[in-house]
DNA sequence: TGTACATCAGTGAACGCGCGTTCACTGATGTAC
DNA sequence: TGTACATCAGTGAACGCGCGTTCACTGATGTAC
């Protein structure tokens, strides 16, 4: 057997887990994470029960793994995103239709947390790599030609809409940024790329997590053409 | 009897309801809304779990005064905050207080919707509340001297930052809004105000919704000068 | 003021349920000689 | 190629738990005459 090649055994056993996730999943879109029951998917697989810790270490060991494949997920679409070009544009579309497809997936990384729980350690450093993809493509959109009328990485609106003369000078924000970058590892990005990146972040997930908990329902207007309104903003109408 | 009065055993049973709920709340900051449990409950009170019953007609019943009464707070505390006469700002400070006072509670609000649960009808007109207090706010912060030198009611930099020639002319989504403002109820306000409403709603959430999910801990910077500088970018600067 | 009755808060036992998890065991699949 | 052994997926029974909820009942508090 060549080296690194699997074993029917193996592949077999990935091939199980796959399908035990992928139930997982379908009872989240369903019940929630909390109403997410071993048995149950013992059941939906034709298996008994206790099969499923030949797997699993238990019912928390699968929601971990759960939660960290949402991460990776997010984070390859954010780096396909960001190597497609199309800028924050794209990155910000790229995010509301990832939240779409699986909105209680979303919920599983940013929606309400669990008191007692804690997010696996190596979630943590998938998050930082989400965030320097955003990090890339806010430092990117700096450098756009046509940019050049907007004071440059400045978040639109942040500072100076009424003392419009001095768009240069940081904001105190930003002062503060430049010395608590520790999420930001070794990105080079400069404060006001920082700034607004932190903003690019919020904002998105201010409209997108509203929208999914659809406190937009009834009210009347297109959610997508506000969640496209608030990219506007962010790029400065670029 | 004076018309009107409350009969001892009335006062009575609106002390033990309110000592449920309150215990209620405990549980739920404790363990979250899936962990509120009627005997645990009963347990905590040191009289039997069926006892309960006599309050509340089952554990769906009391979970939904609970989010009533959710709403009706911040309903309170917006009005209160807008009352005071300390604008957007004060507006903005009293959700994040509100929201950090009893950060379950807010998710019981804006969290993790469970995908069978409806929330109870009344409370689409507290929301409604909300929103008409936000309007309120936003529209008298349009007429404060000194906020000439920006377009009126314009959400800092959602369409103007580029082409800042035409400030007046509204963009794509406040002609949307224009059309769509069922959320507004009769509220007079223009769709400038409109829009800057619906952008202080999402991007306060957006801010504070991280924070609250502990989404920032560990990124270094402080949480509270990031909101305090969204709230600025809201206000133009004033 | 005293008696007869109605109201109603609270109890304890019980029901049925589904949960996560353990354990000893069977039987098939793989490996070593 | 054939035999002996090890690995390991999956089963069925069982444990203990806590849950929401019902029911018949007790005993105290209120009301009506």
């Known amino acids: 057997m060549a080296a690194g090649a699997v ?4 592949r077999y056993r990935s091939q199980v887990r796959a399908e035990i996730k992928a139930r ?12 997410l029951s071993l048995n149950a998917i013992a059941k939906d697989l034709g298996m008994s029960g206790p099969a499923l810790y030949r797997y699993f270490a238990g019912r928390d060991d699968l929601i971990t793994e759960l939660v960290r494949d949402a991460y ?3 984070a390859d679409t954010f780096r396909a995103a960001a190597d497609a070009g199309s800028g924050l544009p794209g990155l910000a579309r790229a995010l509301r239709g990832w939240a779409l497809a699986d909105p209680q997936r979303y919920f599983l ?4 947390p669990v008191p007692g ?4 350690d190596d979630t943590t450093a998938i998050a930082q790599e989400i965030m320097a993809t955003l990090l890339d493509v806010c430092a990117a959109d700096d450098d756009v030609p ?18 419009a003369k001095d768009t ?11 010395e608590h970058r520790r999420w930001a590892g070794d990105h080079p990005a400069a404060p006001p ?14 409209v997108l997590s509203l929208e999914l908990a659809g406190h937009f329902t009834g009210m009347g207007f297109d959610p997508e053409l506000l969640f496209d309104a608030e990219v506007k903003g962010l790029t400065g109408g670029r």
């Open 193 to 206: 790329v920082l700034r607004r990146a932190l903003a690019v972040w919020t904002r998105l997930h201010g």
């Open 24 to 35: 997982a999943w379908e009872q989240i879109a369903t019940a929630g994470a909390s109403g």
């Open 117 to 120: 729980y804690r997010a696996p």
């Open 72 to 74: 990776r997920s997010l």
């Open 109 to 112: 990384v940013y929606g309400t």
């Open 146 to 163: 046509g940019a050049d009328d907007a004071a440059e990485g400045d978040v639109p609106g942040a500072d100076d809409t009424a003392d």
């Open 168 to 178: 240069a000078s940081p904001d105190a924000f930003e002062t503060h940024l430049a």
């Open 7 to 10: 074993s029917p055994r193996e």
